[in-house]
Nanobody, 125 residues
Framework: QVQLAESGGGLVQAGDSLRLSCAAS????????MGWFRQASGKERQFVAG????????YYADSVKGRFTISRDTAKNTVYLQMNSLKPEDTAVYYC??????????????????WGQGTQVTVSS
């Protein structure tokens, strides 16, 4: 089993930036992809960004394109989410997740089978 630990959340003002990190540990690392989801209070968990572990190809939700960047460090088994130009509507708990099966759809919740505990991001106006 892969364990995921997020860090980097916090309280910021609109227009500020934050970088989230997610370190993977546990059994031999063999993730096919990793992603970030978020869940605002009273809403469903939604896809934010994903990255193929082998080639680094990135995918984004329309709501964050041009503002957020996902990246990975394969040597450190860590994925990052750089969030710029934050808006109050970005306020949510952000979850890191990993795909450990070869067949997946990177934007789909059910493709992911390992999840972190989440980190709160609050953007004030």
């Amino acid at each position: 089993q892969v364990q995921l630990a997020e860090s980097g959340g916090g309280l910021v003002q609109a227009g500020d930036s934050l970088r989230l990190s997610c370190a993977a540990s546990g059994r031999t690392f063999s993730n096919y992809a990793m992603g970030w989801f978020r869940q605002a209070s009273g809403k469903e968990r939604q896809f934010v960004a994903g990255i193929n572990w082998s080639d680094g190809r990135q995918y984004y939700a329309d709501s964050v394109k041009g503002r957020f960047t996902i990246s990975r460090d394969t040597a450190k088994n860590t994925v990052y989410l750089q969030m710029n130009s934050l808006k109050p509507e970005d306020t949510a708990v952000y979850y890191c997740a990993a795909v450990t099966r070869p067949t997946y759809s990177i934007g789909i919740y059910s493709s992911y089978d390992c999840w972190g505990q989440g980190t709160q991001v609050t953007v004030s106006s």
